[in-house]
């Protein structure tokens, strides 16, 4: 059947965090599409959005594991209290759509959108510390 054990070379670290980066910006961008063009009541508008904000956070936890296992031990450790402040911003503005929207049907699209757009900013900040 010729079956057996076979390897890749895989790529340095920096490089398959732009590899992951540019995949989900891909997927990021088409649900994008699908939310301007062809969403046409609030819970399609729901559902794309927050495929958006699962792209993104997906993204975002697959570079912070490249980051946590290729960084060294002082630097990591700034890193994660720049993240942790990163996150607290994050939920204050989560927090602060919710104040505003007062549980409007826009609320989760707003908010899922706003998320989204952070956490790819951040993806894109993480790359750099692998450099």
Same mark, same amino acid.
């Given at each position: 059947n010729e079956y057996g054990?076979? *390897?890749?070379d895989r790529p340095e670290p920096?490089?398959?965090?732009k590899q992951m980066?540019? *995949?989900?910006?891909?997927s990021y961008e088409y649900y994008?599409?699908?939310?301007t063009e062809e969403a046409d009541t609030?819970?399609?508008m729901i559902e794309y959005s927050g495929m958006r904000y699962e792209i993104s956070d997906k993204c975002l936890n697959d570079?912070?594991?490249?980051i946590r296992y290729n960084v060294e031990p002082e630097q990591y450790d700034k890193i994660l209290a720049e993240q942790r402040t990163w996150i607290s911003s994050k939920e204050a503005k989560s927090k602060e759509?919710?104040?505003?929207?007062?549980?409007?049907s826009m609320e989760s699209v707003d908010k899922n959108e706003v998320l989204a757009e952070?956490?790819?900013?951040?993806?894109?900040?993480?790359?750099?510390?692998?450099?």
């Open positions: 054990i076979y *390897s890749f920096l490089e398959e965090a980066y540019e *995949s989900c910006k891909q994008q599409k699908k939310l609030t819970i399609e570079i912070w594991n490249l759509i919710t104040l505003e929207y007062e549980g409007g952070l956490t790819m900013e951040r993806c894109e900040e993480l790359i750099k510390y692998l450099n």
